[in-house]
């Protein structure tokens, strides 16, 4: 049971992110994809209808892990309230630059807000990145399973650690990068014109340098944390997200290389699904890792819930899972195609 909803807390959060990482990378490309406000609000149009559905699946994820792992959910967010604080601002600023920005038609205040949300989901990523660096590379866990982390110390990997270090941060930029190519990607299929032939080549692009990227944080992480590779080789699971990777692979290219814009971004979405399910796998059953001493680490049977609570919450799980996709594949539908921005208003979408 402790097995089943590692695999449920893994695969909440991963939705979180493929879903609402498409939004940040699109966030982050406004100023590029867009050269002038119509344009922009092209780029808002693709997102502003989702990006408040897509945060559902990360309250849930906190839920799950309030229900079934409420050590692990008292001792991170205890030990890393500032970047949590940080998350939840850029989240905030992100919804009001996208509610608000079109309220006035005004330049300096649409230009503001512009800034304003480029600025967040950049953070946002970057943040997003940071976190999962920190997961790899752990946490300075006390001999009473607690910890804190400032923003940087030494920039070391061991000991007292920060948020930020040498790892973690090259980490961060591939979380950008990877992301900025999802979200172009997603933008190619929404969007046309001028902001629709930017996107297309930005997309070829950035998938290309997300390859040596790619090479670099699995060297880098096979140094830091050499078990979690090792993981890889000797947990079924892990073959079959592999797979799904590989998949999505395949997917993404032969999109790419036909023009084929769905397919393109089934491909990323699989991607990035595969890539982050695949690191959960191999961390399991780890959930804290420590940089102070090899011996402390948190795992998942540490941090669980009772067996019986678990296997009631399955029976609330499993419905509320079935609504949520059901309502997703409504929304999608309903929001397909390319964007249609009116212009006889100043509402942004």
Known sequence: MITLWYGILAFMLTTYIVLDGRNFGAGILHWIVARNQNERRQVIAAIGPLWSWHEVWLVGTGGVMIMAFPRLMATSFSGCYLALFLILWCILLRGMSLEVGGHLSDRLWQEFWDAVFVFSNVLLAVLFGAALGNIARGVPLSSEGTFYLPFFTNFGIRGAVGLLDWYTVPMAGFCVLILTAHGATYLTMKTEGAVHERSVRLTRGLWVAVIPAFVIITLLTWFVRPELLEGIAVRPAACLTLLITVAGIYALVTGLRHQRERLALLGSTFLLF???????????????????????????????APAFSLAIAVAWWIPALTLAFTYLYIIQRYYSGKVNVSQDNQELY
Do not use: E, H, I, N
Request: charged share 10%.
């Open 274 to 304: 595969g890539l982050l399910m695949t690191g959960a796998a191999a961390l399991f059953p780890v959930m804290l890792f420590s940089t102070t001493d090899p011996g402390l680490r948190l795992t998942a049977a540490d941090c669980a």
